[in-house]
């Protein structure tokens, strides 16, 4: 009997360890799937403050680039220089403000803007937009409005309207319509009628301070300074911005996830002093989850003819993390939709990548034209999502360029190195001198049958 029981006994013994063994390896296997659920969630966080540090690094507003409350105005078209936001547009010229409220609210007069569409979208350090002032919202009357801190509490000048940041800081990344090159001085115009200043200096003299240089800043285009980030950079940071950029209301239950392996917001994280497990799986979420965030950006959206086109959950995004961390990656500060409309292509009609050694060509038979109330264009992105020299300096092609259009209205925009023939180089979008590249379509202040996808891009075909 004592023999049976000893025998029971070492089965137990055992039972027990190999459940313990079990429990600890499931233990670790969750702790690897929170850290990488933790990476995509913190990924646009941590892309909005590389983005801040490289826009706000100069003494004076330098194009884009401006010290924090200060607008910077894009004065040309961006060129194959520019790399702070990818994807750009040839469309519009940008004005741009990254803003810290966590002290006090920021007060923005826009002039009136005789009737130029614009539009002036506020995202919060979540990459969401939260607000946007313009001629679709607000219409193009003069306008003065306050950004406030997610906690302030006062009383605003009367005539200007709240709008509350759901976090201390974001950054603005306006478009005003440009009609090419020459409504430069128009437009230039406007962007130096918009102020920012504190409220505390409102209706006061104001001369804005100069801004820090940082002459290590890094100023290569931001998804790249990620990408070479080490764990415990990234997620030492993410806490840190957590303190002033606290979670969206309804961010509780990753919240509660990401507690199990101790980064909580309002708290500091040192990846050095977590338990071994702890550091393993935060160690080997960047490589797992950056993999993710790409093929999200990639397959993003509705596929139709070719053309992906996100028609939800764009702009605002709510706990849908990983589309919210795949869009900031390839098109951050995306609008929401009733504002425009991003088709990307990133293939051709046979499914094969586009390749700058081939011609292609795009068709819009009559009624197939891009359906918009604002306006319309075809965008060229190398393998970097930026733009790349070539011969003509164009990068875009739209609705306002002088377009030739078929007899029976349909029209063909040409895609390729070289020129199409000087009978043709007016619809003619150059493509890279090499490698891959993808293209946007972009379709401003849309109509319902674009958001609605009863209408979709048609396909773009090779020619040889």
């Keep these: ?32 799937e929170i850290a990488r659920e933790t990476y995509i969630y913190a990924y646009p966080l941590i892309l909005s403050e590389v983005t801040f540090r490289v826009g706000k690094n100069v003494e004076v507003p330098t194009g884009t680039s401006a010290p924090i409350n200060q607008f910077g105005h894009m004065r040309e078209f961006p060129d194959p220089s520019f790399t702070i936001v990818v994807r750009p547009n040839a469309d519009t010229l940008y004005s741009s403000l990254g803003y810290d409220v966590s002290k006090e609210p920021l007060i923005i007069s826009v002039p009136e803007s005789g009737g130029r569409y614009y539009l002036l979208p506020f995202l919060d350090f979540w990459s969401d937009v939260f607000t946007v002032p313009g001629t679709r919202t607000t219409g193009n009357d003069a306008q003065t409005f306050a950004i406030v801190g997610p906690n302030w509490q006062g009383q605003l000048p009367a005539g200007v309207t709240e709008y509350r940041s759901p976090t201390g800081s974001g950054l603005l990344i306006g478009r005003t319509q440009t009609n ?20 505390s200096a409102y209706g006061k003299p104001y001369t804005p301070p100069k801004g820090a240089v940082d002459p290590k800043q890094d100023r290569s285009a931001p998804p790249d300074q990620i990408d070479k980030m080490d764990a415990a950079t990234f997620f030492a940071m993410f806490a ?8 969206h209301a309804n961010d509780y239950p990753i919240i509660g996830r990401m507690k199990r392996i101790g980064i909580e917001p309002g708290k500091s994280f040192d990846l050095a002093s977590a338990p071994k497990e702890v550091q393993d799986a935060l160690n080997g979420a960047p490589a797992i989850a950056l993999k993710q965030i790409k093929e999200a950006w990639s397959k993003s959206g509705v596929l139709v003819n070719g053309w992906r086109t996100n028609v939800t959950a764009i702009g605002t995004y709510g706990t849908d993390y990983l589309h919210r961390a795949g869009v900031a990656y390839g098109g951050y500060g995306a609008n929401v939709i009733e504002d425009a409309l991003y088709p990307t292509a990133f293939a051709d009609a046979d499914g094969q990548p586009f390749n700058s050694e081939r011609r292609y060509v795009l068709h819009f038979s009559k009624d197939q034209i891009p359906p918009v109330r604002g306006f319309w264009s075809l965008t060229m992105y190398d393998d970097r ?4 020299a070539n011969p003509i300096d164009r990068y875009a092609i739209g609705d306002r360029d002088k377009l030739a259009f078929n007899a029976d209205g349909s029209l063909d925009l040409y895609i390729q190195q070289e020129s199409p023939g000087k009978d043709k ?19 401003y202040w849309p109509k319902a049958e674009a958001t609605n996808g009863a209408w979709a891009p048609p396909p773009v075909k090779p020619v040889d």
């Excluded at 840190?240 to 979670?247: D, G, S, V």
């Excluded at 999502?385 to 790349?388: A, C, N, R, V």
């Design 240 to 247: 840190e911005l957590m303190k002033a950029n606290p979670p």
């Design 385 to 388: 999502q930026l733009f790349t």
């Design 425 to 443: 180089e007016a619809n003619w979008l150059p493509a890279p001198k090499s490698g891959s590249f993808t293209m946007n379509l972009r379709l």
């Design 1 to 32: 009997m004592r023999k049976i029981h000893f025998l029971v006994a070492c089965s137990l013994m055992v039972f027990g360890a190999s459940a313990a063994a079990a429990q600890q390896a499931a233990s670790t296997d969750e702790a690897r």
């Design 180 to 199: 090419g090159k020459v409504d430069y001085e128009a437009v230039r115009r406007f962007q130096d009628g918009m102020k920012a200043v504190p409220l």
